[in-house]
């Protein structure tokens, strides 16, 4: 257990509804990620925070999608109109701007699954 | 874009041996790399770290080498155990010099390792 959770773990869902997912990360963490990952592939960045500040939003990142962290602690990511191409598991990591920035803790992710 | 990448899918060793996985990563300005282990329906987990500055860093029964030259890095794994099953990714910080921003890690796919009794 790395001290990040996500909820839920698994979601499944029908095309064109909206999901929400939360991340609490390690709690002295002020950097917040989220990844995107499909079967067979490494993680894909996605957005990132630090603090409550959302300071970076991949090209992935399509303007149904919206992630939010407003008081610098939990985050959550919504998904609206979802499309079975959003199928993936999202992925919650964090990191210590005092310690190694890029040693990414992450959570369980929670696997979505449009149908 | 510029992408980190291993060089097999899956990779066989039986149980005791030392297991070798590699990476090929293609952005010079990465100065950080990082290795993580996944096992089925979770997320990734730390294995060990390098920076650029150094050639080889050691960890409980796992080294991680860098060769910046021809921008490789390897991960071995002593004495395999059943519980090193899993894919392992290896990850380097190189968005954040190519994209401006710190655009996290780039991962590559991922090499499966599976331990033969």
């Known amino acids: 257990d790395t001290g990040v959770s996500q909820d839920p773990r698994h979601k499944i869902t029908k095309r064109g509804q909206n999901v929400t997912f939360r991340c609490d990360p390690i709690s002295e963490h002020n950097r917040l990620y989220w990844y995107r990952q499909t079967l067979g592939q490494g993680p894909e960045f996605l957005t990132y925070?630090?603090?409550?500040?959302?300071?970076?939003k991949s090209r992935l990142l399509s303007d149904r999608f919206s992630a939010e962290r407003p008081k610098g602690s939990f985050s959550t990511l919504e998904i609206q109109r979802t499309e079975q191409g959003d199928s993936a598991m999202y992925l919650c990591?964090?990191?210590?701007?005092?310690?190694?920035?890029?040693?990414?803790?992450f959570g369980s992710g929670t696997q979505l699954s449009v149908l | 874009g510029e992408s980190v990448g291993l060089h097999l899918p899956t990779l066989s060793v039986q149980e005791g041996d030392n297991s070798i996985i590699n990476c090929a990563y293609s952005?010079?300005?990465?100065?950080?790399f990082i290795w993580y282990k996944q096992e089925s329906g979770k997320g990734p987990q730390f294995i060990i770290d390098i920076r650029s500055n150094m050639d080889k860093r050691q960890g409980q029964r796992v080294t991680v080498l860098l060769n910046k030259t021809v921008k490789h890095l390897s991960l071995q794994i002593a004495a395999t155990q059943p519980g090193d099953s899993a894919v392992y990714f290896c990850?380097?910080?190189?968005?954040?010099?190519?994209?401006?921003?710190?655009?996290?890690?780039?991962f590559g796919k991922g090499t499966h390792l599976i331990i033969q009794p």
């Open positions: 990591a964090s990191s210590s701007t005092g310690g190694a920035l890029e040693k990414l803790f």
């Open positions: 952005n010079s300005a990465s100065d950080y």
């Open positions: 990850a380097d910080n190189g968005a954040q010099y190519s994209g401006g921003g710190a655009d996290g890690l780039t």
């Open positions: 925070f630090q603090n409550e500040a959302q300071l970076e």
